[in-house]
């Protein structure tokens, strides 16, 4: 089974809008990570949020804020007032704690344009 | 600026030859891994080394190796070089603790296999 799922391919959004970009993860570790990167045309891996399996809140970094909702596995980005820099791909992935070191497994990507 | 180091950022070689790209985690990161994107895919795990040992492999050809050196930086070597083996390479350091911390990424390294 896939450890990450995200089933969008390419989103659109008008700019200012929000947009949520959708992410499922299957793990049967209690502790885990959750993270979202960012990959604009320039093809750097940036790094957005994160979220542990034992934070009571959701994560937000800026416009950027994560809806974790553990009982259905999911871990959907919320992106607010989108803006054009905002086009880019994005990643979800997910990292499994191990005494080899952690492992980290990522989704195939959402591709978000925004459009002006 | 993650701390990653990878080198070279650009590399343009000839099918059949060899390359050899290098990277150097953030201080004190244990775990480096490697990582193949083709053009418009995603994130191709392909090795992981935690402390100089190789602990996990994903899906990495034959004619691929890679190791980790005492310092921690590591190395991947493609050899006999095929026009589909023109990528993104990327390389990540993580650190070990508990609570974890998320994958540090380098610039990476665009391949162009000619």
Known sequence: AQKITQTQPGMFVQEKEAVTLDCTYDTSDPSYGL????????????FLIYQGSYDQQNATEGRYSL?????????????????LGDSAMYFCAMREPSNTGNQFYFGTGTSLTVIP | DSGVTQTPKHLITATGQRVTLRCSPRSG????????????QGLQFLIQYYNGEERAKGNILERFSAQQFPDLHSELNLSSLELGDSALYFCASSGDRPAGTEAFFGQGTRLTVV
């Open chain 1, 67 to 83: 809806n974790f909702q553990k009982a259905r596995k999911s871990a959907n980005l919320v992106i607010s007032a989108s803006q």
């Open chain 1, 35 to 46: 993270f979202w990167y960012k990959q604009p045309s320039s093809g750097e891996m940036i």
């Open chain 2, 29 to 40: 990161d244990l775990s480096v891994y490697w990582y193949q994107q083709s053009l418009d």
